[in-house]
């Protein structure tokens, strides 16, 4: 009995924490440069997705959790914040259009034409609402410039979902694949700037492994910057991945907190092998990537989302952006 109830104790726990889904980089001191117009001028996100739709066109929560058997493009109308002085809301979705079931990587290139994209993947145990949310506070946040764009996969968006959840993530690989050489095919057209979050990492790395294999070193050219956020990839694993992307892993920077409570339940999961996000920072830079170690800007009990809630963190992003225009 003592057994069974300690091992409740530790799956609630995990749980909980699981929820919460800086080397030369003395950025963290630097001051934003000058904001330039983004989803204030355009305010439109475009959604790449292997989530299957809510209804035909799509009604709120205008994507679940179960699999499409086709990747989906779509674009979501987005209504500005309120400016009242009662109240005022933040963004929200008006409405999703433009669907395209059948050829969806490349209406999504065909999005972006011509403009700088920032795409973000998100972690676990999120729904296509939560993930979009963090979309644009992401682009909001940096002031992004040009389209904002979201890939998002089956999550549960459930609690319990860990398991269940990485392999929704691993199954849509290949669409996000998709999505990218689709883009870097187009004939004319800016960088691709990707953020990634938590389990989404591990889902891009294997993308722009994949992409690296499939296509070249002139696959990888269109692509800029590309951020791995508190990322829960086995560094063993971490390791391997950056080897098959040869130089293109000088591309990227990694936000790092060896006090990632979630992190460190993920290692647990994992039989005690550190996550890439929790790794230290030496071991890190030693891979040949850029290190934003933010273990000191932690205020909360999780300190997984650092990239979302701390200003500081998010100007890591930005200089990652700049750096690869």
């Known amino acids: 009995m003592q ?39 355009d305010p439109k996100l475009l959604v790449a997705t292997t989530r299957l739709p809510v209804g035909d066109p799509p009604r709120k929560p205008w994507f679940s959790s179960e699999r499409s058997p086709d990747l989906v493009f779509a674009e979501a109308r987005l209504k ?35 403009r700088d994209l920032l795409l973000y993947i998100h972690g676990y145990r999120e729904s296509f609402e939560t993930a979009a949310a963090s979309t644009i506070d992401l682009s909001e946040g940096i002031k992004f410039p ?22 929704a993530a691993m199954w849509s690989r290949d669409a996000l694949e998709d999505v ?56 063993d694993l971490f390791a391997r991945g950056l080897e098959k992307l040869g130089p293109d892993a000088q591309k990227i920077t990694v936000i790092s907190s060896t006090n990632d409570r979630a992190l460190a339940v993920s290692s647990r999961l994992a039989g005690g092998i550190v996550r890439a996000g929790a790794a230290e920072r030496e071991r890190l830079e030693a891979l040949g990537v850029r290190v934003a170690d933010a273990s000191e800007f932690g205020g909360g009990i999780i300190n997984h989302d650092l990239f979302l809630s701390n200003k500081e963190v998010q100007q890591v992003v930005k200089r990652a952006i700049e750096r690869a225009r």
């Open 180 to 235: 990218l050489a689709a883009i870097a095919k187009t004939p004319s057209g800016g960088r691709i700037h990707i953020v990634a979050h938590s389990m989404g990492t591990l889902l891009t790395l294997e993308a722009l492994r994949m992409l690296r294999g499939d296509g070249g070193a002139s696959a990888m050219e269109r692509i800029g910057a590309i951020v791995l956020a508190a990322p829960d990839i086995d560094i």
């Open 80 to 114: 500005p914040p309120s400016d009242s002085l009662i109240g005022g809301s933040g963004w929200s979705i008006a409405k999703v259009d433009s669907v395209s079931r059948g050829n969806g990587a490349q209406a999504f290139a065909q999005a972006a034409f011509g």
């Open 146 to 167: 040009g389209a904002t764009g979201l890939f998002t996969w089956p999550s549960a968006a459930s609690t319990f979902s860990y398991v269940a959840d990485r392999e």
């Open 3 to 41: 057994l069974s109830i300690s091992r409740l104790a530790v799956v609630c726990l995990t749980a909980f924490i699981l929820s919460g889904c800086m080397g030369d980089d003395n950025v963290l001191t630097s001051p934003f440069s000058a904001p330039a117009p983004g989803l204030s001028k």
